[in-house]
T-cell receptor, first 111, second 113 residues
Framework: TQLLEQSPQFLSIQEGENLTVYCNSS?????LQWYRQEPGEGPVLLVT?????EVKKLKRLTFQFGDARKDSSLHITAAQPGDTGLYLC???????????FGRGTSLIVHP | ETGVTQTPRHLVMGMTNKKSLKCEQH?????MYWYKQSAKKPLELMFV???????ENNSVPSRFSPECPNSSHLFLHLHTLQPEDSALYLC????????????FGPGTRLTVL
C-alpha cells in the first residue's frame, strides 16, 4: 500500500486545456511538496504547502493543501507543452530522514 | 541549477566493471540520499546519510556500496552489476532535522550491458 496515492497515473491533453492532479493519503502530514521531473533529469521542487487549506499559486499552477492536511491537488490552467513531465508529490523526510514519494502523474501536453 | 551536481551524467558499463557515481551539494545541507528510478517505476530510496552517518539502507544489494566522506560529497560504488540495475540514479540533499524539502541532482543514466 502506497502512503501517497497520486491520480491519474497518466494524462494526455491538448495545449490550452485545464487539468487537476491529486495526491491523497490517509495520514496527516506537517507539510507536502510537489516536484516536476522532466525526462532524464532530476525532480525539481515546485512548492511546499504547510498549512491546512493553504493555496499557493505559481504562474498557471495552483496548489492546494487539504484542510485536514491529508491530501493535496495541483491545478494547471491553459496547459502548455512546457508543462510536460512527471509530477510527484512527497512528504518528509523531516526528523526521520525518510522521505516518501508518490508514484507520480505523467503529463503530456500536445501542441 | 539546484545546487546538487552529479557525475557522470551517462555511464555504460559491463557486468564485470567497477565504477563510481559522484554527487556534490553546494547548499550546506547535512543529509544526502541516493535514489534509483527505473522506467515506469516510482522513485526507490536506496541510502540515506545524515552528518556522514548512514541512517537508512533500504535492503539494497551489496553490489551497491555508498560512501559519504563529508557532508558535501556522496559516492555510489558499483561492482558486478546486473542488466536490471540499468536506471537513472538520483542524488538529493536536504537540511535534515525538521526540514522537509529535498534538492535533487540531474541524475546519472546508467546502462549495464
Amino acid at each position: 500500500t502506497q502512503l501517497l496515492e497520486q491520480s491519474p497515473q497518466f494524462l494526455s491533453i491538448q495545449e490550452g486545456e485545464n487539468l487537476t492532479v491529486y495526491c491523497n493519503s490517509s495520514s496527516v502530514f506537517s507539510s507536502l511538496q510537489w516536484y516536476r521531473q522532466e525526462p532524464g533529469e532530476g525532480p525539481v521542487l515546485l512548492v511546499t504547502v504547510v498549512t491546512g487549506g493553504e493555496v499557493k499559486k505559481l504562474k498557471r499552477l495552483t496548489f492546494q493543501f487539504g484542510d485536514a492536511r491529508k491530501d493535496s491537488s495541483l491545478h494547471i490552467t491553459a496547459a502548455q507543452p512546457g508543462d510536460t513531465g512527471l509530477y510527484l508529490c512527497a512528504v518528509g523526510p523531516g526528523g526521520s530522514y525518510i522521505p516518501t514519494f508518490g508514484r507520480g502523474t505523467s503529463l503530456i501536453v500536445h501542441p | 541549477e539546484t545546487g546538487v551536481t552529479q557525475t557522470p551524467r551517462h555511464l555504460v558499463m559491463g557486468m564485470t566493471n567497477k565504477k563510481s557515481l559522484k554527487c556534490e551539494q553546494h547548499l550546506g545541507h547535512n543529509a544526502m540520499y541516493w535514489y534509483k528510478q527505473s522506467a515506469k517505476k516510482p522513485l526507490e530510496l536506496m541510502f540515506v546519510y545524515s552528518l556522514e552517518e548512514r541512517v537508512e539502507n533500504n535492503s539494497v544489494p551489496s553490489r551497491f556500496s555508498p560512501e559519504c566522506p563529508n557532508s558535501s560529497h556522496l559516492f555510489l560504488h558499483l561492482h558486478t552489476l546486473q542488466p536490471e540495475d540499468s536506471a537513472l540514479y538520483l542524488c538529493a540533499s536536504s537540511q535534515g532535522g525538521s526540514a522537509d524539502t529535498q534538492y535533487f541532482g540531474p541524475g546519472t543514466r546508467l546502462t549495464v550491458l
